[in-house]
Nanobody, 115 residues
């Protein structure tokens, strides 16, 4: 069983930064494919960034150059560093893991970008 817990969300002004963390337990973390998704009110959930077990990364076009996904296998944690935040980044951000062909989700953390 894989369990994911997000943290680090909050209120930030446009142009500011936040770092989200997702702590995982269960299974073998180094074998997980990890991702960050977000869902804004009235919108579909979308993939923001992903990282494979070999640290190959992928980003949505809307966040390229601003967000960075990383993982620390010694801490069983994946991070999303978010810089130059914009109001359109406001959403609930969810951590996702794929392990042994199954999907696991955290409960989400709210990010609000507003002046």
């Amino acid at each position: 069983q894989v369990q994911l817990v997000e943290s680090g969300g909050g209120l930030v002004q446009p142009g500011g930064s936040l770092r989200l963390s997702c702590a995982a337990s269960g299974g073998t973390f180094s074998l997980y494919v990890m991702g960050w998704y977000r869902q804004a009110p009235g919108k579909e959930r979308e993939l923001v960034a992903s990282i494979t077990s070999s640290s190959n990364t992928n980003y949505a076009d809307s966040v390229k150059g601003r967000f960075t996904i990383s993982r620390d296998n010694t801490k069983n944690t994946v991070y999303l560093q978010m810089n130059s935040l914009e109001p359109d980044d406001t959403a609930v951000y969810y951590c996702n893991a794929v392990y042994l062909w199954r999907d696991y989700w955290g409960q989400g953390t709210q990010v609000t970008v507003s002046s």
